[in-house]
């Protein structure tokens, strides 16, 4: 069993057994050893694993921030509102739209080669295969070859779309 899953189990189990005061002393200590993190929005009071990026009660960012585009600096408007458009048409009135849509890159055919994560509020669902099928997501391929034409992505680095109004 991984590190942070034995965590989780711990964690929960010692929560599970306390009462208030023990769960917060638990709690805070798990968030000074690291193992959690409080989510930064003072109106959720969501507790979150390490690892975790968004906060599971509410979405935001785990720098306690509301979650925003996240893209590097040099790609254009026109190019970041061309994926934009195109993750928009992709998510059709009859299917429920994702608040945003994160592109996490760890190797492959640039942008498109990325894994991808569907953010809806605190849950994130990831879409197996991504955008990498360019004939069956050519708008969106498109537009991911273009941002990687311009710059391509570093391991590890991720882009963030919001997609909520």
Not at 51 to 59: T, V
Not at 119 to 140: C, K, L, V
Request: hydrophobic content about 35%; glycine content about 10%.
């Amino acid at each position: 069993m991984p590190e942070a899953e034995v965590v989780r189990t711990v964690i929960d189990r010692l929560v599970a057994g306390a009462d208030e005061a023990q769960t917060r002393l638990i709690r805070e200590i798990a968030c000074r050893a690291g193992y959690l993190w409080h989510c930064g929005n003072p109106v959720c009071l969501a507790y979150n694993y390490r690892g975790r990026r968004y906060c599971e009660g509410c979405g935001w960012g785990s720098k306690g921030k509301p979650v925003g585009d996240l893209h590097p600096i040099m790609y254009t408007e026109r190019r970041w509102n061309r994926l934009r458009r195109a993750l928009l048409a992709h998510y059709t009135p009859d299917a429920p739209r994702p608040d945003a849509v994160v592109f996490e890159y760890w190797g492959g055919p640039g942008w498109r080669g990325a894994e991808v994560t569907e953010m809806y509020g605190g849950t994130a669902e990831e879409i197996n295969g991504g955008f990498r099928d360019r004939d069956q997501f050519p708008d969106i391929a498109a537009a991911l070859d273009s941002l990687t034409e311009w710059s391509k992505p570093s391991y590890s680095e991720d882009i963030r779309v919001v997609l909520a109004p």
